[in-house]
């Protein structure tokens, strides 16, 4: 609508959508408006509109008394802001102070530290002035370290030493899922919060230490460490002394590095193995390699409904459906039916007033759809699963995530590496030096002097690892635990590390290179000469070396049968399952290194090639007792255990022998079962799929050859369990279908990404949680087997009563009983069982195979006919038995034990849904579990007190004991029915 003046914009829209959205102040304005129109304008409007200006000049009368109303309030609101706002200034003045001038306080952004250790960069470092230069740049002093008092400016920014917290449902959520659904209060319960204490650590701060929390240690601190330390933050090495780090934990290799000023980069979540260093922190929490890891192995913390809670709330919603249907038709159909009609035919009682029937038939109604519910079986799984759950941490398996308890039994495959499977205690079981191989028997003596020296030497020298005595006489090694072997093997010849080590002083070291795959040391000799000495894989040494010291300390060269010998020698080594490494030597005048190194010995070089060979040791790494059986246990279990290690092949085909997951004749090792990592990762996606499925054992692998590995198993349906320790493991866990930590070796980070946490590292502990996983499944459809038992006969005779009797032996109160103890209490007695052995004697269960099996059917179908059938006759021949009572008693009497038989026979079938796998006699079968027998009679008595002493309660009366004699022979006949199948069971398994 347009005219002269016009209406202020969105009037018409204003009127339309109505007045209770239309702010005051736009009121004012178009209201005034309209006034000033012209009246043949006005008249224009349509009548609804006018109705809607009449409603809004009605309204604008009170317009000046709501706004004196609202400035009031407007006024207070004002007092209580401003008095808030002089507060808030106060204390943001106060911060403000303290953090003024940060960006320009520190003239490094936090992205150029975490480039710089991420990219491990040291000609970026020298940019910065090396390590000096950015400790200017992060106000620090590399011998005082930070004054103290800029730590909030630090916190800001560069945050702190924290690592971001799971994304997770809030706490307010939780408990409305609890509220909404009240048997999720066990769980709450039981999973509610955990305390984490910081860890106390050494800083140098103003020039002194002091002690504080982990979680308190900012960038710029200059942070201690000695041996068998952890190094708590991202950093760069400030000075140290023949620091050696222990990167396994976090990469897996149980190799030492060692860290100078040529690599001073030290990272979050390693180990020092040896010496003592002080390092400058240049990233702490989220903005370490460690908390990125961590942060990117989380995911928000909200599981969906496990196949097995879908099956449950679609077997309640059907359950309900059909009792409401039921309802409807006996209500609505038959019982309004004879109401109207007058039908009074069946000896009903009379029908009263309109009012009371109606009333009366509803609640029947009601009574019918409350027995046809489930209602129990969500709480009777999450009772099963809980206390299963707590058995299962007594065996060694910490679940961390509930749902994949039930994951566990459709598993079909499993990934394992060495950890779990081996005693990770290696020593040296074989060796080759001079000529031949020495015999561990015989005295040292048999190893030529000058051998025997230089063996010596380079054990102790060339080591991360250090050998101490301790009170008892015994020797004690540190470091990895193939320089721990190979520390012993020294003492074994006759080595004193300490006056060894004190000989000659270690001109410069090489740290162990996994691409090199050896370290080395060099030695300044006291006449003038240099030993260089290596260590690493026995093929890659013994390549570089063209001669070898003989029986009579002669030094020979390496011909063509003698390499020949060495390789036969590191073969059969390796086919027994042992780790080969190659010990080897050099020996060079200190003025030639002089000369070659322009008197920078810093850069020289150590020579890789011409060397000595000294000895091949063969390392042995002893299986996990019983670790064979538990591999053959899954293996019946139709989960393939797949081994992944970073072993070389022969090794890994030997261990795999060892414990099963091949054939011990070697049968099964084709090129297809046996692949290394490179092979793998270089194939395409559809090649690695279609390969996944063959590969027992994958070789000289990496964290993301199993990761890869892992996803192509997945990509063919398959359910992947996979074991890890390592943090560079918690992707492979995080995306496995069942990630296992190892609790021992594990990391915080590969924990934190698992589901189950093994506790004691041993691979047995898997298979009994494979095992427990089946269990939990078995029990839970056994309780449901015995809820729908009990709701289909419930149903059947209150319809069939309420058609013929215009009442129900069953009523609501009676049922809510039997569920909260019957079916409360019959899980948990359920539960006490242990896994039967039986359960690992049949494949995993489909994800898209039934889940209640025909036998189970056909079970449940025979005890419910024959339920309604000895209840049905007690309600319809039950007079016989009652004939010297009223009609009116004996009706109540014949409820009453419609009920008592009711009970008695539900008890029965939890005798029959117990496991039958452990026990091959029947009084054991039914006394096996004194708790389930417990449970049994405690039911009992709890029924003999309702009955005898509350029947007013639950509109049933007293019995005698002729009535309490039927009822219970009927519950009897139910038991023996349950033996019935019991012996079948045992023949069965007696003839298998």
């Known amino acids: 609508m347009s005219h002269s003046r016009g209406l202020p914009y969105n009037t018409s829209n204003d009127l339309e959508t109505g007045l209770k959205e239309v702010p005051v102040e736009r009121m004012n304005r178009w209201v005034v408006n309209i006034q000033e129109m012209e009246k043949g304008e006005r008249e224009k409007l349509s009548n609804n509109q006018a109705k809607l200006l009449h409603k809004a000049l009605y309204r604008f009368r009170h317009t000046l008394v709501l706004k004196r109303a609202e400035e009031k309030k407007q006024a207070a609101r004002k007092l209580r802001a401003h008095a808030q706002a002089l507060r808030a200034a106060a204390i943001f003045k106060e911060v403000a102070d303290q953090v003024k001038g940060t960006g320009d306080y520190f003239p490094i952004e936090p992205d150029e530290i975490a480039s710089l250790m991420r990219n491990s960069d040291v000609d970026a470092l020298q940019q910065y002035g090396g390590k000096e230069g950015l400790a200017d740049l992060l106000k620090t002093d590399l011998h005082k370290g930070i004054d103290g008092d800029d730590l909030l400016k630090r916190r800001i920014k560069f945050g702190s030493n924290i690592y971001p917290p799971k994304t997770a449902t809030s706490h307010w959520t939780c408990l409305w899922e609890a509220l909404y659904n009240f048997t999720r209060i066990v769980l709450v319960i039981a999973f509610m919060g955990s305390v984490v204490m910081g860890i106390l650590e050494e800083v140098i701060r103003a020039g002194r230490q002091v002690v504080v929390s982990n979680c308190d240690i900012v960038v710029g601190d200059v942070l201690p460490l000695k041996t068998g330390d952890e190094v708590l933050a991202d950093g760069i090495l400030i000075r140290g002394r023949s620091l050696a780090i222990d990167k ?81 038709i006996v209500a609505y159909v038959v019982w309004f039916r004879d109401f109207f009609t007058g039908d009074n035919s069946n000896g009903s009682p009379e029908p009263g007033s309109t009012l009371e029937e109606v009333i009366r038939i509803s609640t029947i109604a009601v009574a019918i759809f409350v027995v046809a519910l489930p209602e129990v079986l969500p709480s009777a799984f999450n009772i099963t699963r809980l206390s299963s759950m707590k058995k299962m941490k007594a065996d060694n398996c910490l679940v961390r995530r509930p749902a994949v308890c039930e994951t ?61 005595v301790l009170g008892s006489g015994d020797v004690q090694a540190s470091g990895s635990p193939i320089d721990r072997a190979i520390l012993h093997w020294g003492v074994k010849l006759g080595m004193n590390f300490d006056d060894i080590t004190s000989q000659s002083p270690v001109m410069q070291v090489l740290p162990f290179s996994s691409e090199k795959k050896r370290g080395g040391v060099a030695l300044n000799l006291t006449h003038g000469r240099v030993h260089v000495h290596w260590k690493g894989e026995a093929e890659g040494v013994l390549a570089s070396c063209t001669r070898y010291i003989g029986a009579n300390d002669q030094v020979l060269p390496m011909d063509d049968d003698k390499l020949t010998f ?214 839970v459809l056994k309780v449901m087997q015995q809820q729908l038992t009990a709701n289909i006969v419930a149903v059947t005779i209150n319809c069939m009563a309420a058609v013929y009797y215009r009442h129900i032996p069953l009523n609501a109160v009676q049922f809510v009983w039997v569920n909260l103890i019957i079916f409360g209490l019959g899980p948990l007695a359920l539960t006490t069982e242990s896994p039967a052995d039986h359960l690992m004697n049949v494949p995993p269960i489909d994800r898209g195979q039934t889940i209640i099996k025909y036998i189970q059917w056909k079970r449940l179908l025979i005890q419910v006919l024959y339920q309604i059938i000895a209840l049905l006759v007690i309600n319809f021949q039950g007079g016989s038995l009652l004939k010297n009572y009223t009609r009116d008693h004996a009706t109540k009497v014949k409820n009453t034990m419609i009920f008592n038989t009711f009970v008695v026979c539900q008890i029965s079938i939890e005798f029959g849904v117990r496991k039958t796998g452990i026990v091959d006699h029947p009084l054991k079968w039914i006394t096996a579990n004194s708790v389930f027998l417990g449970i049994a009679g405690i039911i009992l008595v709890i029924q003999f007190i309702i009955i005898e002493f509350l029947g007013k309660a639950f509109f049933i009366v007293r019995l005698d004991w002729k009535e309490w004699q039927f009822s219970l022979t009927l519950g009897i006949v139910e038991l023996l029915f349950a033996l019935l199948l019991f012996l079948k069971h045992l023949t069965q398994r007696n003839h298998n």
């Open 248 to 328: 396994s934990r976090v990469t897996g290799e149980s190799k030492i590095f060692h860290k100078d000023s040529r690599n001073p980069f030290l990272r979050s979540g390693w180990k020092v193995a040896h010496g003592s260093a002080t390092m400058l922190v240049t990233g702490v929490g989220k903005c370490t390699e460690s908390g990125i890891l961590r942060a990117s192995t989380y995911s928000k913390d909200t599981e969906s409904k496990t196949p097995l809670q879908v099956l449950l709330k679609e077997v309640a919603t059907f359950m309900g459906a059909v009792g409401f249907m039921g309802a409807a």
């Open 408 to 468: 566990m039994a459709l598993c079909n495959d499993a990934l394992c590496d060495k950890t779990g499977i081996t005693l990770n205690q290696m020593t040296v079981s074989e060796a080759y030096a001079g000529q031949k191989k020495i015999n561990f028997a015989d005295s040292t003596s048999n190893l030529s002097p000058i051998l025997s020296s230089l063996l010596i030497e380079g054990i102790a020298q060339n080591t991360s690892g250090n050998l101490s």
């Open 566 to 779: 060495f390789q036969k020698a590191i073969e059969d080594m390796a086919s027994g399952g042992l780790h080969c490494v190659a010990i080897a030597y050099t020996s060079l005048e200190l003025e030639n290194v002089l000369i070659n190194s322009n008197g920078e010995l810093a850069r020289w070089e150590l020579p890789e090639d011409d060397l000595i060979l000294l000895a091949i040791v063969g390392i042995k790494d002893d299986c996990q007792p019983g670790i064979k059986d538990s591999v053959e246990i899954l293996q019946r279990a139709g989960i393939k255990v797949r081994l992944v290690t970073h072993d070389n092949p022969q090794t890994a085909k030997a261990l795999a022998k060892e414990c099963s997951i091949l054939a011990s004749d070697g049968s099964d090792a084709s090129e297809e079962n046996l692949i290394e990592g490179k092979v793998f990762r270089e194939l395409s996606d559809s090649q690695r799929e279609e390969l996944a499925e063959k590969i027992l054992v994958m070789a000289r692998s990496s964290p993301n050859d199993k990761l890869l590995f892992v996803r192509a198993l997945q990509k063919r349906g398959k359910i992947v369990a996979v074991t890890g320790y390592v943090s560079n493991d918690a992707h492979t866990l995080h995306e496995a279908d069942i990630g296992l930590a190892m609790g021992i070796q594990g990391t915080e980070v590969v924990k934190e990404s698992s589901d189950i946490i093994i506790l004691d590292d041993n691979f047995a502990t898997v298979a009994k949680g494979f095992r427990w996983g089946r269990s939990i499944h078995e029990k």
